[in-house]
């Protein structure tokens, strides 16, 4: 089995599910970090993305950690992740930290690799030997896994797994304090079919009340028909707006009546809370809006300021220090809200829960 290799896929459902109503599951954790399929034979190890995209060159720590720990010729799916120690002594996944490490230059790509070194954490096996098993069923692909990986303790490590739903339940409330994004269940039964919505997955969802501050226009927009790409959200911190993310996702008719509403509502940067921060032309630590990184590639991020009067609720999954984690959704508009009552106390904070218990003590 050679690259390109796409990984198996998961489709959304509310609840852990009840095996006694769909059938047997395994549940195991749902990481948040950059899914990868490894592929080792020997000394050459490669490591490719969700889109099939190489990732190698941006971990060297992990290759030489392929090598030195797992099956001289397999292919695994797991995920790649960075962890930091916190303040409180706990580990934690930070998904930031994870994108820094996807830069150009190879001198800050070995510097990062010992600052913020990378862990991959398997949990489904496509070949062993010469052999493959997309065919054979999770159970036997978990079984022979777990025979192949016994004694990982890191970089690499092997996801733990329960048929037990009351566990799974429990993991869904405590690890998302360690940073992790929910729960996924796999049919006992079923094979590896590549890039096929056959896991489940179960993820946190909760709601906030934003201030729209701004938006981007639609990389399709043009100047006879604009078109709204994403709004910019914000929350009042000590009585100043902050950027806390971005809601999309729209129809394009949605994007063509949200542009023309909001007209009203335009102002001139020097007028608006975040006027300030366009005096910076590089990226800054509040990751704040119309700033450059190495993830922009050089892309207009301009925006257009908004008199921050308007109310959004929108779903979310995560936070991630001060922002959503990933792109809010849309839920309506709250007319009844007042811009300044929209801060960071309405939001459920996860307890803390140390990464390290999570995968079995094994962080150190």
């Known amino acids: 089995m050679l690259p390109p290799v ?34 080792r ?8 993305s969700r889109n099939t995209k190489p990732l190698t060159r941006y971990f060297p720590e992990l290759v030489e950690a392929a090598r030195e720990q797992l099956p001289e010729r397999c292919v695994l799916d797991g995920e790649v992740f960075v962890a930091l120690r916190g303040d409180d002594g706990t580990d934690r996944l930070q ?5 820094e490490r996807i830069h150009p230059a190879a001198s800050r ?19 062993l030997g010469g052999e493959s098993y997309v065919d054979r069923p999770f159970r036997e692909r978990r079984a022979a896994l777990e025979a192949a990986l016994v004694g990982l303790d890191g970089p690499c490590y092997l996801t733990r797994t ?40 179960i993820k946190h969802e909760r709601t906030a009340d934003v201030v729209v501050a701004g938006y981007r226009e639609h990389k ?27 809601s999309a996702s729209f129809t ?35 990751r704040v809006p119309g700033t450059q990184s190495r993830w922009s590639q050089g892309k207009d991020l301009s925006f257009t300021p908004l008199r921050p009067e308007l109310v959004l609720e929108v779903k979310y999954d995560a936070m991630e220090g001060r922002r959503f984690r990933h792109t809010a959704h849309f839920k309506r508009w709250r007319t009844d809200r007042d811009p300044e009552s929209c801060g960071y106390d309405q939001l459920e904070q996860p307890v803390r829960y140390d990464l390290g218990e999570v995968l079995g003590g094994g962080l150190a």
């Open 162 to 201: 329960t048929a037990d739903p009351a566990v799974a339940e429990r993991w869904f409330e405590e690890f998302e304090g360690a940073g992790l994004d929910g729960v996924i269940a796999k049919p006992m039964d079923a094979a590896y079919v590549q890039n096929a919505r056959t896991m489940l997955k």
């Open 252 to 286: 394009a008719a949605r994007r063509a009546e949200l542009i023309e509403e909001l007209q009203p509502l335009v102002c001139p940067i020097s007028e608006h809370p975040w006027g300030r921060w366009q005096e910076w032309a590089i990226a800054n630590p509040d």
């Open 109 to 127: 790509i070995a510097m990062l690799s010992e600052k913020t070194p990378a862990g991959f954490v398997a949990f489904d096996l496509l070949a």
């Open 220 to 246: 399709t927009s043009t100047p006879e028909r604009p078109l709204l790409g994403s709004l910019l959200l914000g929350l009042y911190a000590d009585g100043e707006l902050q950027h806390v993310g971005v």
């Open 6 to 39: 796409q990984p198996m896929l998961a489709k959304a459902v509310k609840g852990v599910p009840d095996p006694a109503k769909v059938g047997e599951l395994s549940f195991e954790p749902k990481w948040d970090g950059f899914r990868c399929i490894l592929f």
């Open 41 to 48: 034979d020997g000394d050459e190890v490669e490591l490719t």
């Open 95 to 99: 998904f930031e930290a994870l994108q």
